[in-house]
């Protein structure tokens, strides 16, 4: 209980620490509390459906195959970002800084410009999806027109909250983000899993039993998909994440609360997706996967489903 009181009476501070290490006295941390951080980063129903949906549709997986990958690509990967933020523990530092000693500090530059440019692309991409799920919102609350071109400035109102929330929470620092995430999967994937259990009813089982087994080329080609698109580009955050771990902590734990708890929640959405998808292949080439969802559900299903996806994206953040 002495870790988790130290690490709940810093929640709502200003986070003052950049790249030097933490000391010693302030790190109490421990593995459960990542759990909830790499689950509540993984329940986005609106981004991991269409992951699922790829494997069946264009992999042409079976959905046993499917599950396969999802279990070798989404959680040895968040494996491999668990055994990265090991070094967080032992250096009180961000990856980016620990990985100085590696290249070296001018050689760090090329490290640091993917990962900006990864990460530029990734923030790009989940701000305006987040965007639009808020649009969607706000044409069944309000009334307002559903898409970007009809209402410009209430979209990039929308895109300017979501920017403004992400850069409070990270503002508030690593003790304010341990006690969000873990709310965030309770409440996110509580409304999650109702969202999931309306969707199951659109399966078609009798296509899910007929789909042929693929080659091993394309489950490879599916390991690296899923892993591309979950565990990877974490890779270059998982010693800031652990950075206030208590030195105590075993490093296997840290593995293990890194592919368990991204794990769980990616594995079960990606199989959902290619259960839904079997037989139906829209969800894999929809231009717009908030609607393609949002068409499978019961019409007042539509505000818990977007609320849902917002909070997905947020979490995801």
């Known amino acids: 209980m002495a870790s988790l009181?130290?690490?709940?009476?810093?929640?709502?501070q200003l986070e003052t620490r950049g790249i030097e290490p933490a000391p010693e006295a302030e790190c109490h941390g421990h593995p459960l509390q990542?759990?909830?951080?790499?689950?509540?980063?993984?329940?986005?129903?609106?981004?991991?459906?269409?992951?699922?949906?790829?494997?069946?549709?264009?992999?042409q997986l079976a959905i046993w195959q499917a599950f396969i990958v999802a279990v070798i690509g989404a959680g040895g990967s968040f494996a491999v970002v668990?055994?990265?933020?090991?070094?967080?523990?032992?250096?009180?530092?961000?990856?980016?800084?620990?990985?100085?000693?590696?290249f070296g500090v001018r050689g760090n530059v090329g490290p640091t410009l993917v990962s900006l440019m990864s990460r530029l692309?990734?923030?790009?991409?989940?701000?305006?999806?987040?965007?639009?799920?808020?649009?969607?919102?706000?044409?069944?609350?309000?009334?307002?027109?559903?898409?970007?071109?009809?209402?410009?400035l209430l979209t990039l109102v929308f895109i300017a909250l979501f920017?403004?929330?992400?850069?409070?929470?990270?503002?508030l620092g690593h003790a304010t983000l341990l006690v969000i995430q873990k709310w965030a999967t309770w409440g996110f994937g509580a409304l999650n899993?109702?969202?999931?259990?309306?969707?199951?009813?659109?399966?078609?089982?009798?296509a899910v039993a007929a789909t042929p087994a693929a080659p091993l080329s394309a489950v490879l080609i599916g390991i690296g998909t899923?892993?591309?698109?979950?565990?990877?580009?974490?890779?270059?955050?998982?010693a800031d994440m652990s950075r206030?771990?208590?030195?105590?902590?075993?490093?296997?734990?840290?593995?293990?609360?890194?592919?368990?708890?991204?794990?769980i929640p990616l594995v079960l959405l990606i199989t959902l997706g290619g259960l839904i998808s079997a037989g139906d292949g829209h969800l894999a080439s929809a231009n717009d996967p908030i609607a393609a969802i949002r068409a499978m559900l019961p019409d007042w299903m539509a505000v818990p489903y977007l609320l849902a996806a917002f909070g997905g994206f947020a979490a995801l953040q």
């Open 244 to 263: 206030y771990q208590h030195g105590r902590v075993k490093g296997w734990s840290l593995v293990l609360s890194a592919a368990a708890g991204a794990g």
């Open 34 to 59: 990542l759990f909830w951080v790499w689950f509540a980063a993984n329940i986005s129903i609106l981004a991991r459906l269409p992951l699922g949906a790829t494997l069946v549709v264009y992999q």
């Open 163 to 171: 920017v403004i929330c992400t850069l409070l929470v990270s503002g």
């Open 121 to 152: 692309g990734w923030e790009t991409v989940n701000t305006t999806t987040a965007a639009y799920a808020l649009l969607s919102l706000s044409a069944i609350v309000f009334g307002t027109a559903p898409t970007a071109g009809a209402v410009p």
């Open 193 to 206: 899993i109702v969202v999931a259990l309306f969707l199951m009813a659109t399966i078609d089982w009798q």
């Open 82 to 102: 668990g055994l990265i933020s090991i070094a967080g523990r032992r250096g009180r530092a961000p990856s980016l800084t620990l990985s100085r000693a590696i």
């Open 226 to 238: 899923i892993a591309a698109g979950t565990g990877i580009g974490w890779a270059n955050a998982g």
């Open 5 to 12: 009181d130290a690490s709940a009476a810093k929640a709502g």
